[in-house]
Nanobody, 118 residues
Framework: QVQLVESGGGLVQAGGSLRLSCAAS????????MGWYRQAPGKERELVAT???????NYAYSVKGRFTISRDNTKNTVYMQMNSLKPEDTAVYYC????????????WGQGTQVTVSS
């Protein structure tokens, strides 16, 4: 059983920066994909960024050029550096891991709040 714990959220002004971290307990099956999702009040949860165990990345159009996802496999941790934050980035951010077995096994973190004021 894998557990994910997010940290690094908070309140910042528009144009500011935050760095989110997600630490996974135990070992994660490889290959796998780690990613960040977010959900604003009254809206559907949406994908923000992903990074595979091989290092390939994918970003939502709205954050490309501002956010950078990375991972440290020795620490079982995925990060997301968020720069030039906008009020529309305000949401609860969730970490997710997909283990790419024959049948995909997914794990979710509890979420961390990011609030960007104007």
């Amino acid at each position: 059983q894998v557990q994910l714990v997010e940290s690094g959220g908070g309140l910042v002004q528009a144009g500011g920066s935050l760095r989110l971290s997600c630490a996974a307990s135990g070992s994660i099956f490889s290959p796998n994909v780690m990613g960040w999702y977010r959900q604003a009040p009254g809206k559907e949860r949406e994908l923000v960024a992903t990074i595979s165990s091989g290092g390939s990345t994918n970003y939502a159009y709205s954050v490309k050029g501002r956010f950078t996802i990375s991972r440290d496999n020795t620490k079982n941790t995925v990060y997301m550096q968020m720069n030039s934050l906008k009020p529309e980035d305000t949401a609860v951010y969730y970490c997710k891991v997909d283990e790419l077995r024959g049948l995909v096994r997914s794990y979710w973190g509890q979420g961390t709040q990011v609030t960007v004021s104007s």
